[in-house]
């Protein structure tokens, strides 16, 4: 297998930011009804890549951008341990390229990059029902913590 490299996004990404962003609204659509029909847009791209509080990277493979993520620094509740914490984001690889670490790669990096900004803590949102997506997180040490729930009424 070619090396893996990273790199931060540039807005000359976009187009492929955009392609990726659809792969993760396709994996979740079946894992929540609650999603709108059509095209959706979970992320600002351009927000993100321009945000001095966000770290978003790329993963190349040669010149091939095969995935993504980024880490933005939040403020925490008042009532948490840690003032700020990170946000772990746009997890994405293209299928053709999964079961190589190539999201554990992005992940050691976003960790590395939000300990010299002084996080203690990195937090992210899954599906409950995406083991796909929750298996990997916890191999990387994430553990289960808070259940959203909803209801339709």
């Not at 990404?13 to 962003?21: A, K, V």
């Not at 999603?35 to 992320?43: N, V």
């Not at 966000?54 to 040669?62: I, P």
């Not at 670490?101 to 996080?119: I, M």
Request: positive net charge.
């Amino acid at each position: 297998m070619n090396q893996i490299s990273l790199r931060t996004t540039q807005l000359s990404d976009i187009e492929t930011l955009l392609e990726f962003e659809q792969g993760v609204v396709a994996a979740e659509k079946p894992l929540d009804t609650f999603l709108g029909d059509g095209t959706l847009y979970y992320y600002n791209i351009p927000q993100l890549i321009n945000d001095k509080n966000t770290h978003f990277l790329v993963a190349l493979v040669g010149e091939e951008l095969v995935g993504c993520g980024y880490l933005k620094i939040k403020k925490s509740q008042t009532y948490h341990k840690n003032p700020k914490h990170g946000y772990v984001g746009f997890i994405f690889v293209k299928p053709s390229f999964r079961g190589r670490k190539v999201s554990t790669f992005v992940l050691e990096s976003l960790r590395e990059w939000g300990t010299e900004k002084g996080l203690k803590e990195l937090r992210l949102d899954v599906y409950s029902n995406n083991s796909a997506a929750i298996k990997p997180y916890e191999r990387f040490g994430f553990q289960r913590s808070l259940v959203n729930m909803r209801i339709d009424i």
